[in-house]
């Protein structure tokens, strides 16, 4: 073979130049914009997606405490609302689930029960808390449709056997907010009168999960009840951030107008506004403010 | 090369840590001759892909970029061997059958002819006949003949990323060549 062979020829060139020709500098810029916001997207789930592997294995755990939490806020509602129909229970119910012999439903909830029945309520609760943070948050409960009100309803009791949900991040929402329906009358009877508020990481989590979906009325109502705009996730993300990476303009307009800071980087060292300059989306860089 | 190949290691390493910038300039170094092999690998059937395995192409870059290793293959190299089996993923799925170049296949061997509007694309029109003649090489010529004429991948890199010996790639070079000659100055008498 000859070096003409690996040598660029006319031809070659032609075709080269024709490419150049033809080239569309508006689709070009457009493929641009949408490439680099899909890998930004991509580098900004990848924590979450690392975190995956280890899911299985908290899950496990996780449904064991759902079932415990379950099953003790149960015996909780119960000695709450003392229910009239529940007098078979009346004298058992004094004691730890894990005394009584015959209700032991599952293999599964058996342990979990087990080993959660000496200690109070909040234990397990408080162990879920971050797992959820770092997964979907819930949905918003505030001004929410009745849907949105943590689907308690479809939620099973605790002994229930675990159905495998397609999505990991459903299963740990579902694991926080599956206390029985009675429990959950009662929480909710409850949180009526004490209008206790969520703790600042989850009203967090919510700002960025209504951030990164663009969901302005919860973005909204969230931000009118003074959540910290600027409050970070475990990688160092502000809801900012996730707006831009999702390229949602309207909710980092939103969330500019509420003071959200551009320079803020991550645990990266990465701020939100490289980000938008990586993504260079025009409609997004006139919503920060970053264009004319 | 082997700069270019260690500068590009440095911005898939800073791209890792979190640099947003350096993704952006690997992607503006290479989106043109990425884009290209994968539109005329697609050809005129199948040119909607080519927006999507473009974007999945870069996507995969930027998941694997821990395993780039700019002392086995240069950046190019690497791009469009995800890119080419991309491309042939999508053929799979859409279920075309990607037919064998064959190496004996009688393509005339027209001489290069001299400088002529081939070398200087005067028009929009004319370029348009290019690409169509390019679209309408064998697959495997096509491939061989974008990375080299666009692409800028030698012949060694080129049989690495098709996974064929470098003769293989020559011949196929030749073929492409000829048959793009023979069928441009067919267009060109008949334009005349």
Same mark, same amino acid.
């Given at each position: 073979m000859s070096d003409h062979d690996a040598a660029q020829g006319p031809?070659?060139? =032609?075709?080269?130049? =024709? @490419?150049a020709m033809l080239d569309d500098e508006a689709a070009r810029a457009a493929r641009r914009a949408r490439v680099l916001g899909a890998v930004a997207r991509e580098v900004g789930t990848a924590p979450t997606v690392s975190a995956l592997p280890k899911r299985p294995v908290s899950w496990a755990g996780g449904w064991l405490a759902a079932a415990s939490v379950a099953g003790v806020s149960t015996l909780v509602a119960f000695q709450l609302a003392g229910p009239p129909g529940m007098q078979r229970s009346s004298p058992a119910a004094e004691t730890p689930v894990a005394a009584a012999p015959a209700p032991a439903p599952s293999p599964t909830t058996a342990p979990a029960v087990d080993a959660v029945a000496p200690a109070p309520p909040?234990?397990?609760r408080a162990r879920m808390t971050p797992q959820a943070d770092v997964a979907a948050p819930p949905p918003l409960a505030l001004p929410a449709p009745p849907s949105q009100t943590t689907g308690a309803p479809t939620a099973a009791p605790a002994p229930a056997a675990p159905q495998a949900p397609a999505d990991s991040e459903a299963l740990i929402v579902t694991g926080e907010a599956a206390p029985p329906p009675s429990a959950a009358r009662a929480a909710r009877a409850e949180s009526s009168m004490a209008q206790a508020p969520a703790s600042p990481a989850v009203v967090a989590a919510r700002l960025h999960a209504a951030a990164a979906a663009g969901r302005l009325a919860d973005l909204t109502a969230l931000l009118a009840q003074g959540t910290a705009v600027d409050a970070p996730d475990r990688e160092g993300e502000t809801a900012l951030m996730k707006s831009i990476l999702a390229n949602h303009p309207a909710a980092? =307009? #939103?969330l500019r107008r509420y003071g959200a800071s551009l320079e803020r980087t991550n645990r990266a060292g990465v701020s939100a506004r490289e980000m938008a300059a990586s993504i260079d989306d025009p409609e997004?860089?006139?919503a920060l403010g970053l264009a004319p | 090369m082997e700069d270019d190949a260690v500068e590009e290691a440095d911005l898939l390493r800073a791209h890792r840590a979190g640099d947003p910038h350096a993704f952006a300039r690997l992607y503006d170094r290479y989106d043109r001759a990425c884009f290209h092999l994968i539109r005329r690998l697609l050809g005129g059937a199948h040119a909607d892909a080519a927006e999507d395995l473009c974007q999945e192409t870069w996507i995969a870059v930027s998941r694997n970029a821990a395993s780039f290793d700019p002392a086995k293959a240069s950046f190019a190299a690497w791009l469009f061997t995800i890119a080419r089996h991309k491309t042939f993923d999508h053929f799979r799925r859409q279920r075309v059958a990607i037919l064998a170049t064959e190496p004996g @296949?009688?393509?005339a061997m027209v001489p290069d002819p001299q400088p002529s509007p081939l070398e200087q694309v005067q028009s929009r029109q004319r370029a348009e006949e290019i690409v169509a003649a390019v679209e309408a090489l064998p697959l495997e010529q096509r491939g061989v003949f974008v990375m080299f004429a666009d692409?800028? #991948?030698? #012949?060694?890199e080129i049989a690495e990323v098709t996974g064929v010996a470098v003769e293989t790639a020559k011949?196929? #070079?030749r073929y492409a060549r000829a048959k793009l000659r023979q069928s441009l100055a067919g267009e060109r008498?008949?334009?005349v």
């Amino acid at each position: 073979m000859s070096d003409h062979d690996a040598a660029q020829g006319p031809i070659d060139k =032609a075709y080269a130049q =024709a @490419e150049a020709m033809l080239d569309d500098e508006a689709a070009r810029a457009a493929r641009r914009a949408r490439v680099l916001g899909a890998v930004a997207r991509e580098v900004g789930t990848a924590p979450t997606v690392s975190a995956l592997p280890k899911r299985p294995v908290s899950w496990a755990g996780g449904w064991l405490a759902a079932a415990s939490v379950a099953g003790v806020s149960t015996l909780v509602a119960f000695q709450l609302a003392g229910p009239p129909g529940m007098q078979r229970s009346s004298p058992a119910a004094e004691t730890p689930v894990a005394a009584a012999p015959a209700p032991a439903p599952s293999p599964t909830t058996a342990p979990a029960v087990d080993a959660v029945a000496p200690a109070p309520p909040a234990g397990p609760r408080a162990r879920m808390t971050p797992q959820a943070d770092v997964a979907a948050p819930p949905p918003l409960a505030l001004p929410a449709p009745p849907s949105q009100t943590t689907g308690a309803p479809t939620a099973a009791p605790a002994p229930a056997a675990p159905q495998a949900p397609a999505d990991s991040e459903a299963l740990i929402v579902t694991g926080e907010a599956a206390p029985p329906p009675s429990a959950a009358r009662a929480a909710r009877a409850e949180s009526s009168m004490a209008q206790a508020p969520a703790s600042p990481a989850v009203v967090a989590a919510r700002l960025h999960a209504a951030a990164a979906a663009g969901r302005l009325a919860d973005l909204t109502a969230l931000l009118a009840q003074g959540t910290a705009v600027d409050a970070p996730d475990r990688e160092g993300e502000t809801a900012l951030m996730k707006s831009i990476l999702a390229n949602h303009p309207a909710a980092a =307009a #939103l969330l500019r107008r509420y003071g959200a800071s551009l320079e803020r980087t991550n645990r990266a060292g990465v701020s939100a506004r490289e980000m938008a300059a990586s993504i260079d989306d025009p409609e997004l860089n006139r919503a920060l403010g970053l264009a004319p | 090369m082997e700069d270019d190949a260690v500068e590009e290691a440095d911005l898939l390493r800073a791209h890792r840590a979190g640099d947003p910038h350096a993704f952006a300039r690997l992607y503006d170094r290479y989106d043109r001759a990425c884009f290209h092999l994968i539109r005329r690998l697609l050809g005129g059937a199948h040119a909607d892909a080519a927006e999507d395995l473009c974007q999945e192409t870069w996507i995969a870059v930027s998941r694997n970029a821990a395993s780039f290793d700019p002392a086995k293959a240069s950046f190019a190299a690497w791009l469009f061997t995800i890119a080419r089996h991309k491309t042939f993923d999508h053929f799979r799925r859409q279920r075309v059958a990607i037919l064998a170049t064959e190496p004996g @296949e009688a393509a005339a061997m027209v001489p290069d002819p001299q400088p002529s509007p081939l070398e200087q694309v005067q028009s929009r029109q004319r370029a348009e006949e290019i690409v169509a003649a390019v679209e309408a090489l064998p697959l495997e010529q096509r491939g061989v003949f974008v990375m080299f004429a666009d692409g800028g #991948l030698s #012949l060694e890199e080129i049989a690495e990323v098709t996974g064929v010996a470098v003769e293989t790639a020559k011949s196929r #070079l030749r073929y492409a060549r000829a048959k793009l000659r023979q069928s441009l100055a067919g267009e060109r008498s008949t334009h005349v």
